[in-house]
């Protein structure tokens, strides 16, 4: 599976197998599709959703932890990894 990133509307860091399915995802999970999310999603190295992850929750710690986030993240199904704290 690859990983996603969209910054606007709204942050969204998805986990999907093609980038598709990463904006149905997108989709029904974070925000409606007002036409520009084709371009505004890109795929992301693990590396970069790593380093995603640990800024976007704020897990501080979370360099010292970077080879079991990576795997973590690797094991994750499908789906929305962080998204906008806005929108909870």
């Not at 998805?14 to 997108?26: N, R, V």
């Amino acid at each position: 599976m690859k990983f996603f990133e969209v910054c606007d509307p709204y942050y969204a860091l998805i986990k999907g197998y093609t980038k598709e399915d990463a904006m149905k995802i997108y989709i029904k999970e974070v925000a409606d599709d007002e036409g520009d999310l084709s371009k505004e999603m890109q795929e992301v190295s693990l590396e970069h959703a790593v380093k995603a992850y640990i800024h976007r929750t704020g897990f501080e710690q979370g360099y010292f932890f970077k080879d079991e986030i990576s795997n973590n993240l690797k094991d994750r199904e499908d789906g929305v990894v962080v998204m906008d704290g806005h929108l909870m």
